[in-house]
């Protein structure tokens, strides 16, 4: 990217990536090549899932 993009750190791209589910730069449509890393393990997202279903009905 040619735009101010073009001097954001490395890790605040990364982190802006994750959050915001993009995979392209918003100003010249660059796809970036992204690999989705799950955040926890299989057992503790659905106890994270099960614990926010519960919750959401109190």
Do not use: D, M
């Not at 995979?23 to 106890?47: D, N, Q």
């Amino acid at each position: 990217c040619r735009g101010t993009v073009a001097l954001v750190h490395v890790e605040c791209l990364e982190r802006w990536l994750t959050e915001s589910g993009h995979t392209r730069c918003e100003l010249c449509g660059y796809k970036y090549l992204t690999k989705r890393v799950p955040r926890h393990g299989i057992f503790k997202s659905i106890w994270i899932w099960f614990n926010t279903v519960v919750a959401t009905r109190q």
